[in-house]
């Protein structure tokens, strides 16, 4: 992410706990990115967009972590994940 390791694993902790303020939250970490996700890693949005339509449209939970999420350089960042 380019921040220091103090600040991102502050980032990372406040980022699980508003997570957590959900029942049905998946937090997914942009590994090869800064701020500009959307234009960097265009695929992995809209898969990230895809899951959490499907879990609206379906009232299930969303999936723990997909592989495609992985194979997109992103990694999931369970709320209560370390």
Same mark, same amino acid.
């Given at each position: 992410?380019?921040?220091? #390791? /103090?600040?991102e694993a502050?980032?990372?902790?406040?980022?699980?706990?508003?997570?957590r303020?959900?029942t /049905?939250?998946?937090?997914?970490r942009? =590994?090869? =990115? =800064?701020? +500009?996700?959307?234009?960097?890693? #265009?695929?992995?949005?809209t898969?990230?967009?895809?899951l959490?339509l499907?879990?609206?449209r379906?009232?299930a939970?969303l999936p723990? &972590?997909?592989d495609?999420?992985r194979?997109?350089?992103?990694? &999931?960042l +369970?709320p209560?994940?370390?």
């Open positions: 992410m380019g921040l220091e #390791p /103090n600040v502050l980032w990372v902790a406040e980022q699980k706990r508003a997570a303020r959900s /049905n939250s998946l937090l997914i942009a =590994d090869l =990115d =800064d701020h +500009g996700i959307p234009e960097e890693s #265009p695929s992995l949005v898969e990230a967009l895809k959490a499907a879990s609206a379906t009232a939970h723990q &972590c997909e495609k999420i194979l997109l350089s992103g990694t &999931c +369970g209560s994940a370390r």
